[in-house]
């Protein structure tokens, strides 16, 4: 009898079916037994007379009949262990929550991924990278890989991981950045989704050592606004994708970093809160643009404002009040980039293969990288990016 | 006025528009000049009673009335030069062939791939990462996204790069062997699309530090032949969306191992060679299956074949007489992976948390890793991967 999954089971109401999964709970109610079986998308309920002799998470199959009242379940069943399981698992996976503390959680991941709520969080995952792509596809971006070894670090010499490579040194990228900027001279719009790496040497909730960041790229921008709007219809796409009815309005609530009212080159996560709250109740908007950060706080690329030049053509998206998303303009003139890096005390020398692309003509142009992982947090409300990690990497975690 | 893209042109007839791009080409054919404008798509001729006053891969504009007779162009020209190009840039892209050597091709990869024909190499690269994800979707796989930083080798400690992460020392995997495996055990079908990392010491033409690994791995397989036939699927799938002709017949002829008449333990380029020719003249098919490759050549997650237990329930695809894809079931059950590891003289210690994953239920499960670049090479008859490859990372290689 043909397998059938738990996304199938509505399809076969009435008929005798086999289906096979995780051993799941078992629920003892005197005569009957509620044996749920957990596949790879969703549970199912078998009524059984009798229980099966095995403990969880052992593999089974069972054959019944579907019937749809008063819910989805299996009737009449025959229950057969694949592949006994031999211990007590050390997460306990049947309740409807994993009530486990962090450590415990990020230890254990590799079974304690299978808990339904566990699950639903990395499905989430997979269906925010794919509205990502599916939004850019639509607006004839191309998708592109870039070299995760590099020369030199783009972002900023502190947080860069080094690699023996051969007889010399490479560093782990930590954005696709100069790379994503080159082939925007090439196919114009292009995009990325891999994993970056930064040697974070603190411990956050919203920090990790890799994690997987959605980066675009376009040419032919008049300035940091077109980006802003393209990054409005991405966002769209992604919780649209990931089944959520958040609101990306129209015309996100702007405010220019000058106006913020922060006496710091940066905004802090104070600052981030406040301006949240202040888009929901003024504008009942989850998302607040911040622009014209000072260009001495943003990296050598950043096209400055060409009316204020101390403020730059660059944004952050704040989402519920914490920062999702940096983007803006870029430098697009061979000599800018020449100045910027002298101003900065930076050589040009290795930089200069990369640097061609401006010297071989390079229209204006801009892009935005979200982190996928903390869009996931931020989205379903996770106290910590850990949560929204498979196997989180940070300061003391390389395994699982 | 709104700026046209090449792909739109066609939807303009008659029409005054404004095209913009590179200045890619300037042909003088005395009071005629044609003006060659190439945007992220496509390349757009303008009739140009003067000709611009401009370098090659300038930043151009061009407004003129779109005429579809005797080809689609512009006609009564204004040509605007946004961003002049101050040099002669180091290779010549006007031409219908870029015919320049491997080295220099490479070496000035950042403006090279600007030219039609490596551009289309890449966009078959996104066309095929495209395809491979929507065949997988279509049958309900979920995306994973694993750790590139790990505690130890997966797949064999000889070619593995070394990683300065904080106190200690972390490696790049060489696959994401284990962390599919598990997530196997999770979602029962996934895949990912990432890059992996090789420390190959030999220059050869189809091995990179590098490269884009297409992973799939699948649950509740009877044995390696399901493994095969969602390979088949797949590959279906990705060759359609590279607007490929290529038939991968519904039988794709299939040799095990033993049959192959070599007296090595793994098969020569010869022997892929000579397997490829005689599928090609007996079955008229680009492809060949071998299966049941001695178990001693393969990694210790492999599982055996049931009857023969010397070969195993593995294989590898060859197309058009190279490798392409390997594959196969995995090992199981959590004493076999002791075993497998005592027999190999590898400690289990450090796999300890994967092999939980084993220990608390797993069904048979299998899959495959097809390299990305190395389809598109054999795809489009390349002679070497580098030419499947924006910036190849190789012994030499670590710029651009």
């Known amino acids: 009898m043909q397998r059938v999954c738990s996304f199938e089971l509505s399809q076969h109401v009435g008929r005798r079916v086999r289906v096979a999964g995780w051993l799941h709970s078992v629920r003892r109610m005197g005569a009957l037994n509620f044996v749920v079986v957990r596949d790879g998308w969703g549970l199912i309920q078998a009524v059984a007379s009798a229980a099966p002799d095995a403990r969880p998470e052992s593999i089974v199959e069972v054959t019944g009949v579907v019937k749809s009242e008063p819910q989805l379940e299996l009737h009449e069943v025959e229950i057969t262990v694949t592949e006994p399981v031999g211990e007590v698992a050390p997460v306990a996976l049947g309740k409807k929550q994993l009530e486990l503390p962090l450590p415990t959680l990020l230890e254990h991941a590799v079974i304690a991924t299978r808990h339904p709520t566990r699950r639903a969080v990395f499905g989430t995952l997979a269906a925010a990278m794919r509205g990502f792509r599916s939004a850019l596809e639509r607006e004839h971006f191309t998708e592109i890989q870039t070299p995760k070894l590099v020369g ?124 949240g709250a202040w888009a929901k109740e003024t504008h009942g908007s989850e998302f607040v643009f911040v622009t014209g950060y000072p260009m001495a706080k ?103």
């Open 298 to 400: 943003r990296p050598f690329y950043t096209h400055p404002d060409p009316e204020r030049p101390a403020y730059s053509n660059s944004f952050d998206l704040l989402f519920r009040g914490t920062e999702l998303v940096t983007g803006g303009q870029r430098l697009h003139r061979h000599a800018d980039y020449l100045a910027a890096l002298e101003a900065r005390g930076m050589s040009a020398e290795p930089l200069a293969s990369y640097l061609d692309a401006f010297r071989f003509g390079m229209p204006p142009h801009g892009g935005f990288a979200i982190g996928l992982e903390r869009f996931v947090m931020q989205l379903l409300g996770l106290p910590n990016i850990r949560l929204a990690t498979l196997f989180p990497r940070d300061l003391t975690r390389l395994e699982p």
């Open 152 to 275: 030199g670090a783009t972002e900023g010499g502190a947080n860069v991981f080094s690699v023996k490579y051969f007889d010399r040194t490479a560093y782990l990228a930590q954005s696709p950045q100069l790379y994503k900027q080159i082939m925007a001279g090439v196919f114009e719009r292009v995009f990325e989704v891999g994993p970056v790496f930064r040697a974070e040497p603190h411990a956050t909730v919203r920090h990790l050592s890799q994690y997987t960041s959605l980066d675009v790229e376009m040419a032919f921008i008049t300035n940091h606004f077109d980006v802003m709007a393209q990054l409005a219809r991405v966002l769209r796409g992604m919780f649209e994708a990931c089944g959520s009815d958040i609101v990306v309005p129209e015309h996100i609530p702007t405010v220019h970093f000058s106006e913020v009212g922060t006496s710091e080159p940066d905004l802090s996560p104070e600052d981030e809160r406040r301006l």
